[in-house]
């Protein structure tokens, strides 16, 4: 009775994995847990072991061929139905072995081709005084029988080379995650020693030899960059209007309210993936560039329409829910820090956030903005990521109760966990602070916030809000 293997589900947003190594092939016989193939999803490289312990009888998913989750990727039984479908793992075995039978069950060639003869005579004598009684003759009579003696003797050249090779590129073939990690760390795959399966060379090896690489190589000393030194050391200078305003209401707002910050890491390889896919699109029909900060906005945004109290804000005793999202924008300026307003944003897609951030970012830096655009505002976004910050500890500035800090994009291994287990991927990871007044806001109320913009980003459905 045979039992079917089918693709499984390889994590809570998977739906699909594309087959890129088959390690077993028809006729083979495997344990449970042994690894049958391997598979590649948008999240990791995995091998799908096999649940129950028989002989392969049918291949039904090609390499490099990518299916659904749940579809059946191999039978295994006892053996006997091995038989029945051997034409369907034929493009995926490599099967070298029968090559030398079209040639026993063929003497006609032989004879009109007569070419071959001599230069089995020739070589005939080799074998006749090193080999008196070669192992092939005794193998395989039926050559014998048709009197081509000397025959037999290169046909066990051929198979004794074709097993190596398959056992070389077993132990050469690396996956594209394992390649891309191993050509990120700087490590030469053909000096690592591979443990998997066959010699195979794993992430963990390639991992081991960048440690290994790290901890014996000699420190090459980088050239420094040389800093532009500012005219304004050794000088005094008068405070702007602008810096005492930032000065005292940075002031009267940390002695008025209690302060205090949450902070998650969010992995956004699905944005960052969809980003690098439509980005040239979108810069041609919108004329603005595709950054991740709309991306933060718009999930931000969502998140205060189903957590309102992290949008309010306190007068006298009461709290007061605004109907509508205006969020400030943080922008860098040599004049200081300014916070234009995108106002209703709940209502905006990404095309429309990258939109007015750009428009007022750049109006922000040549001081053209009007009053009324620096005012409104019921929570901040600040992009200190922008500048290289991992993550920071940003201030809310009243009457606001909550600011958004979004650190620096940037791609680390990571370990992923599924159905097939844990695996240490390459992702794109970024930390999100939340900074809040803890009078009217509690650290559950900041944490269910930071999940929901957390699940939005890693969801990476953007594709209904792109506005393009």
């Not at 693709?7 to 006729?27: D, H, N």
């Not at 369907?88 to 079209?102: K, S, T």
């Not at 066990?156 to 760390?185: F, I, N, Q, W």
Request: proline share 9%; glycine share 6%; hydrophobic share 45%.
């Amino acid at each position: 009775m045979s039992e079917s293997v089918n693709l499984p589900a390889l994590g809570e947003s998977v739906t699909e994995g594309t087959v890129t190594r088959w390690l077993k092939k028809v006729g083979d016989r495997v344990e449970v847990d042994e690894p049958l193939l391997e598979v590649s999803t948008d999240k990791v490289d995995t091998e799908i072991p096999s649940p129950v312990a028989g002989v392969i009888e049918a291949v039904l998913v090609a390499e490099d061929e990518t299916v659904e989750v749940g579809t059946t990727l191999v039978t295994i039984g006892d053996g006997s139905g091995a038989t029945e479908a051997p034409a369907a793992p034929a493009p995926v075995a490599e099967a070298p072995a029968p090559a030398p039978e079209p040639v026993a069950e063929a003497p006609a060639p032989v004879v009109e081709a007569p070419a071959p003869a001599p230069v089995v005579e020739a070589q005939a004598p080799a074998p006749v005084v090193e080999a008196p009684a070669p192992a092939p003759v005794v193998e395989a009579p039926a050559p014998v029988a048709e009197a081509p003696a000397p025959a037999p003797a290169p046909a066990p050249a051929a198979p004794a080379a074709a097993p190596s090779a398959p056992s070389a590129d077993a132990a050469g073939y690396v996956t594209p995650l394992v390649r891309k990690l191993a050509h990120e760390s700087g490590v030469d795959l053909s000096a690592v020693t591979g443990t998997g399966v066959g010699g195979r060379i794993r992430k963990q090896d390639v991992l081991a030899a960048t440690s290994a690489s790290v901890s014996t190589a000699a420190p090459v000393a980088a050239p420094a960059k040389a800093l532009e030194v500012s005219p304004l050391r050794g000088t005094t200078v008068a405070m702007s209007r602008l810096r005492k305003v930032i000065a005292e209401r940075a002031v009267i707002s940390m002695q008025s309210s209690a302060q205090l910050t949450s902070v998650v890491e969010v992995d956004v390889t699905l944005v960052a993936h969809y980003r690098d896919q439509v980005k040239a699109a979108f810069q041609q029909k919108t004329g603005v560039k595709l950054s991740f900060l709309p991306f933060f906005a718009l999930a931000a945004a969502e998140a205060l329409t189903a957590y309102p109290i992290i949008n309010a804000t306190i007068e006298g005793d009461s709290i007061v829910y605004p109907a509508q999202e205006n969020i400030s924008i943080a922008v860098d300026t040599e004049r200081g820090l300014l916070t234009p307003v995108i106002r209703d944003a709940a209502k905006l897609d990404l095309a429309g956030f990258a939109a007015q951030i750009a428009d007022l970012a750049e109006r922000t830096r040549d001081n053209k903005l009007k009053p009324d655009e620096l005012a409104g505002g019921t929570f901040t976004l600040t992009n200190t990521g922008s500048r290289g910050a991992l993550f920071d500890t940003p201030i809310v500035f009243l009457p606001q109760s909550a600011i958004l800090g979004t650190g620096i994009v940037t791609k680390k291994p990571v370990v992923v966990s599924d159905a097939g287990g844990d695996a240490i991927a390459i992702r794109s990871m970024v930390y999100l602070a939340l900074s809040y007044d803890h009078r009217i806001v509690d650290g559950a109320d900041a944490a269910r916030f930071l999940v929901a913009v957390k699940d939005r980003l890693e969801g990476g459905d953007f594709a209904a809000k792109l506005g393009i």
